[in-house]
Nanobody, 129 residues
Framework: QVQLVESGGGLVQPGGSLRLSCAASGFPSRYYAIGWFRQFPGKEREAVAC????????DYTDSEKGRFTISRDNVQNTIYLQMNNLAIDDTAVYFCARGAAACPARALRATVASIFLSWGQGTQVTVSS
């Protein structure tokens, strides 16, 4: 059974860091593209970053570039999202999801979420002073 479980969210002050984890089970995540997404209250889910089966990375946002880094540990079957210099506007529920082998192109970022079929339950990130 395919399962993705996010963890690592919480309350952090502006400028702080968090590392989110996405523990995969029921399948070898290294053969799949895994994406991180986030959802603001009342908004649609948006793509943040994706890592494909060749460990190539696609970033879907501009403001997060350089602050957020996706990576994977194939031994632990876990995918991470390192988030640095967090801002209040980063407050959202963060999800990971499994796609195919390739990450959708950045030009498709508005529809990326619809391509991923297996999702975790999400982890809340709150940035507040």
């Amino acid at each position: 059974q395919v399962q993705l479980v996010e963890s690592g969210g919480g309350l952090v002050q502006p400028g702080g860091s968090l590392r989110l984890s996405c523990a995969a089970s029921g399948f070898p995540s290294r053969y799949y593209a895994i994406g991180w997404f986030r959802q603001f209250p009342g908004k649609e889910r948006e793509a943040v970053a994706c890592i494909n089966s060749k460990d190539e990375i696609t970033d879907y946002t501009d403001s997060e570039k350089g602050r957020f880094t996706i990576s994977r540990d194939n031994v632990q079957n876990t995918i991470y999202l390192q988030m640095n210099n967090l801002a209040i506007d980063d407050t959202a529920v963060y999800f990971c999801a499994r796609g195919a082998a390739a990450c959708p192109a950045r030009a498709l970022r508005a529809t990326v979420a619809s391509i991923f079929l297996s999702w975790g339950q999400g982890t809340q990130v709150t940035v507040s002073s």
